[in-house]
């Protein structure tokens, strides 16, 4: 999960709507709750900070995936060599001899799986998401062992310069209104590249850079009925849908922005039924091996 917080507040994580509900539901799939990076912050950190700090994990997961391999590889049990007992070798041992000991990560080793990465974006997290998962589809083979197999977009932080009707109607809606939004994008896009048809804004403006549409991997939309950032993420969705990528949008009534992973908001019933829709679309697409989305 990539948190929310508007690129200058809130948590930094990069981290997995409550997680321990979707790890419930989505069972043996295997949800990830470890804490694995944090992203900088603006207007310390302007864009492109925080999108290569998620690019960054993605990196770091593939380090930790072969430094795994390779203990396996190494470590197997006793054997005998021209009769004679080879001893088993501390494998990470002399990992951590060499490396360090925050090289190995022993719950990254033990549990994941680096070839079913589901990307989860919450608010400016869903930005952030969204480009991590194009610089993935960029990378191809070589984030191997990585694959980015989909992602969700929690009420993503989209804008752009001609205004939705969600934007022009839901402006001052609760929680986030559009002008505290306006100022969180002056203080993270550079003053020189400051435009709401910014890439980084707008997934569908006309300089977007990356891939096309159609090479993106599956991708889970969430949106509340009282956000003025809806439009343009339902508007996202049927982009893709329009180029055959798995883009289904869950719409949740009488909800706000962050509806379902603000503190206050997990016990609501919308909130309930997020995490659970979420895990069982997610699971989909880490349950069945041999029908990942490939490059």
């Not at 998620?54 to 795994?68: C, M, P, Y």
């Not at 990560?105 to 969204?130: F, K, Q, T, Y």
């Not at 159609?214 to 993420?233: I, N, S």
């Not at 922005?257 to 895990?279: G, S, V």
Request: glycine share 6%; proline share 6%.
């Amino acid at each position: 999960m990539i948190t929310l917080g508007a690129f200058e507040a809130g948590l930094r994580r990069v981290r997995a709507v409550s997680e321990e509900e979707l790890a419930e539901t989505a069972g043996d799939a295997a949800v990830s709750r470890r804490r694995v990076g944090e992203r900088g912050l603006a207007p310390e950190n302007r864009y492109p900070a925080a999108f290569e700090d998620g690019v960054k994990v993605l990196h770091w997961l593939g380090k930790q995936a072969n430094l795994a391999d390779c203990c396996k590889s190494l470590g197997s049990n006793n054997r005998r060599l021209n009769g004679v007992e080879l001893k088993k070798v501390n494998v990470q041992g002399h990992i951590v001899d060499a490396f360090g000991a925050s090289m190995v990560e022993p719950w990254l080793a033990a549990h994941a799986d680096p070839s079913r990465c589901v990307l989860l974006g919450v608010s400016c997290g869903g930005n952030i998401a969204d480009y991590v998962a194009r610089k993935a589809v960029e990378a191809g083979k070589l984030l191997d062992p990585v694959k980015v197999v989909a992602q969700v977009l929690m009420y993503p932080f989209f804008i752009g310069n001609n205004p939705t009707q969600s934007e022009i109607k839901l402006a001052n809606s609760y929680f986030y209104d559009k002008p505290v939004s306006v100022l969180a994008w002056k203080l993270f896009l550079p003053e020189k590249e400051f435009d709401f048809d910014h890439p980084a804004a707008n997934p569908l403006a006309h300089n977007r850079s990356g891939p096309p549409l159609k090479l993106m991997p599956p991708t889970l939309t969430v949106v509340a009925e009282h956000d003025w950032m809806r439009d343009r993420a339902i508007a996202y969705a049927e982009e893709l849908r329009k180029v055959n990528v798995d883009s289904p949008v869950l719409e949740y009534k009488d909800a706000v922005h962050e509806f379902a992973t603000l503190d206050m908001l997990l016990k609501t019933p919308q909130a309930q039924a997020c995490a659970e829709d979420i895990a069982i679309w997610v699971k989909k697409y880490i349950s069945l091996r041999g029908h990942e989305f490939s490059y």
